[in-house]
Nanobody
Framework: QVQLVESGGGLVQPGGSLRLSCAASGSLSSIVAMAWYRQAPGKQRELVAT???????NYADSVKGRFTISRDNAKNTVSLQMNSLKPEDTAVYYC????????????WGQGTQVTVSS
């Protein structure tokens, strides 16, 4: 099993910044990617950003140029730096870890609320 603990959510004004962090512990072998997803009220959960073990990154079009995902393999942490935040970024953000053990296995954090409002 993998345990994920997120931190860093909160309330911020439009144009502001927040940094989310996620610490992973437990069975950390065979991790192939770490990611952040978000879910706004009444909407489906969507992928925000992904970073692979090799360092490759991928972003949703809506956050490109504003958000940066980073990973510390030694500390088993993944972070999401969010700049130029917009009200439409308001959502619960979830940390995700993918292990490959012949099949894909996903692990999820408990979620952290990000609210962008004046």
């Amino acid at each position: 099993q993998v345990q994920l603990v997120e931190s860093g959510g909160g309330l911020v004004q439009p144009g502001g910044s927040l940094r989310l962090s996620c610490a992973a512990s437990g069975s950390l072998s065979s991790i192939v990617a770490m990611a952040w997803y978000r879910q706004a009220p009444g909407k489906q959960r969507e992928l925000v950003a992904t970073v692979t073990t090799g360092g490759g990154t991928n972003y949703a079009d809506s956050v490109k140029g504003r958000f940066t995902i980073s990973r510390d393999n030694a500390k088993n942490t993944v972070s999401l730096q969010m700049n130029s935040l917009k009200p439409e970024d308001t959502a619960v953000y979830y940390c995700n870890v993918v292990r490959w053990l012949g099949d894909r296995i996903d692990y999820w954090g408990q979620g952290t609320q990000v609210t962008v409002s004046s």
